[in-house]
């Protein structure tokens, strides 16, 4: 069973300037997850779609942050304009639903440095 | 709201010896405790997890944690650590309702020495 994907692994922009991570989650997974993850830091929980939905969004900075998940499987996570204080490790989950508690799967995160 | 503290940011141990790593938890409501490990360049894999039942819970590469509710606690042990075992260990919280977050803490370095 592949894992969940994502991509770029890294990606080097100047502040102001635009980004967009993308991610493929593990196949017939309905829950999606972003994290971003700040150097010596857990990971913080931006937004969860399941399916096409939006269940949480409280901490995505949504004056910057952007996301999408049009047809219930992959995802983009924008930002835009980034700001020095965005570099960090951003990673993609997923997960089934309908059991008391269902495993988040993680992919491997792209490491953002905004200069 | 749910909190986990992660007291150690870095734990250096020689290769073969015991580690526990420690996890204190706030939460005014019955919760989910994890471990995850990250390996370097690499998102965060389960190690074990915590729902119900016996209060010692066995996960993979041969750890296992203990819940230890009137101390609010869930600290990661393993007898004997290999050069693998760096890493980077995530305590996290999460309450019963199938729509709540995961709360991460902010992480123990495990480094291992020969």
């Known amino acids: 069973e592949a894992g969940v994907a994502q991509s770029p692994r890294y990606k080097i922009i100047e502040k102001r300037q635009s980004v967009a991570f993308w991610c493929n989650p593990i196949s017939g997974h309905a829950t999606l997850y972003w994290y971003q993850q700040i150097l010596g830091q857990g990971p913080k929980l931006l937004i969860q779609?399941?399916?096409?939905?939006?269940?949480?969004d409280s901490q995505l900075p949504k004056d910057r942050f952007s996301a999408e998940r049009l047809k219930g499987v992959d995802s983009t996570l924008k930002i835009q304009p980034a700001k020095l204080e965005d570099s960090a490790v951003y990673l993609c989950?997923?997960?089934?639903?309908?059991?008391?508690?269902?495993?988040?799967?993680f992919g491997p995160g792209t490491r953002l440095t905004v200069l | 709201a749910q909190s986990v503290t992660q007291l150690d940011s870095q734990v250096p141990v020689f290769e073969e010896a015991p580690v526990e790593l420690r996890c204190n938890y706030s939460?005014?409501?019955?919760?989910?405790l994890f471990w995850y490990v990250q390996y370097p360049n690499q998102g965060l894999q389960l190690l074990l997890k915590?729902?119900?039942?016996?209060?010692l819970v066995k996960g993979i590469n041969g750890f296992e944690a203990e819940f230890n509710k009137s101390q609010t606690s869930f600290h990661l042990r393993k007898p004997s650590v290999h050069i693998s075992d760096t890493a980077e260990y995530f305590c996290a919280v999460r309450t019963y309702s199938s729509a709540s977050k995961i709360i991460f803490g902010s992480g123990t370095r495990l480094s291992i020495r020969p």
């Open positions: 939460s005014s409501v019955s919760v989910y």
């Open positions: 989950a997923s997960s089934s639903v309908g059991q008391t508690y269902n495993e988040q799967f």
């Open positions: 779609f399941q399916n096409n939905g939006v269940v949480d």
């Open positions: 915590y729902l119900s039942g016996s209060t």
